[in-house]
């Protein structure tokens, strides 16, 4: 596309300073998706935290999955990284002695769900526990910074990945605004939310990433990262973006450009 959206002019546009990677509860190398449309598994109801339903796999979005409860509507899809500790393989609440559970809004009679059950599963083809990566670490503290630039989710259209700005930092909180949205989607959330990503995850993963709204607005502040202590007097009087830009550092951007991030399994 002739005006594909670019973090790297983008930035300098803007004038504005990626979160550097450590920031994000999210694997160094993004995991491989190893699942396939229809496969089932095991998910916390996302609506009802304690229970844990089947879904089936209905789309896969680069390391996300969009998933469906079995016996629940279609206007309740919800999605997941493959290393969420919000799913796992069909048999482990089982082996954990706890028993699957309708989802909320199932659509049949409660008496009917473990005959709904026993013909859901019934020859269905699970998803295999090597699909399931083990969820990352968080930072053990919030290292975000107003002004840094991100990748997040719009939780009004959670299918989406948008570039966002930290507005504030409020002890394990950040406000995350999107930009070029005039604030209509924007949220706080906890630093170490599996729902923001480092800037060049979509690309690393080949998930579509949504270009900026139209709604131009200047940055509030020009964030500059804590200046390194070595050599503070050089840097400070060079343009930030050509002597501290995170970016330009990143060991991924081969792989950004075009080579396929190596796989972790
Ligand atoms: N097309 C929809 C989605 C906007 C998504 C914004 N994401 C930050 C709209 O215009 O409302």
Same mark, same amino acid.
């Given at each position: 596309?002739? &005006?594909? /959206? ?13 979160? =550097? ?8 190398? =993004? ?13 916390? &109801? ?21 998933? $469906? ?25 089982? +082996? ?9 809004? /199932? ?8 005959? /709904? ?16 990566? +083990? ?8 290292? /975000? ?60 993963? +080949? ?34 973006? $050509? ?13 950004? $450009? ?8």
């Amino acid at each position: 596309a002739k &005006d594909a /959206f670019s973090w790297e002019e983008y930035l300098k546009e803007t004038s504005s300073l990626p979160a =550097p990677p450590g920031c994000f509860r999210q694997a160094r190398v =993004p995991p491989s998706n190893d699942f396939k449309v229809g496969m089932k598994l095991e998910a916390h &109801d996302p609506r009802n935290s304690t229970s844990v339903c089947i879904a089936t796999v209905m789309g896969l979005t680069g390391v996300r999955l969009r998933l $469906r409860l079995d016996g629940s509507d279609n206007s309740n899809d919800f999605w997941r990284l493959v290393d969420s500790s919000d799913i796992q393989p069909i048999g482990n609440c089982e +082996k954990n002695g706890d028993m699957l559970q309708p989802p909320l809004g /199932f659509r049949m009679n409660a008496s009917s769900w473990p005959m /709904f059950l026993l013909r859901t599963l019934n020859g269905a083809e699970m998803a295999p526990v090597i699909a399931f990566k +083990k969820e990352p670490p968080g930072p053990p503290q919030n290292n /975000f910074r107003s002004g840094m630039k991100l990748e997040a989710v719009d939780k009004k259209n959670p299918y989406l990945i948008c570039p966002a700005t930290i507005g504030e930092v409020k002890g394990d909180e950040v406000f995350v605004m999107f930009d070029g949205w005039r604030g209509a989607f924007d949220y706080w959330c906890k630093y170490d939310s599996r729902d923001v990503f480092p800037v060049g995850w979509c690309s690393l993963t +080949k998930h579509g990433l949504q270009p900026p709204g139209n709604s131009v607005t200047l940055p509030k502040s020009v964030p500059i990262l804590p200046a390194s202590p070595s050599k503070p007097s050089r840097r400070s009087m060079q343009s930030p973006y $050509r002597f501290s830009n995170p970016l330009l550092a990143l060991p991924v951007r081969k792989g950004v $450009r075009g080579r396929r991030p190596k796989s972790e399994t």
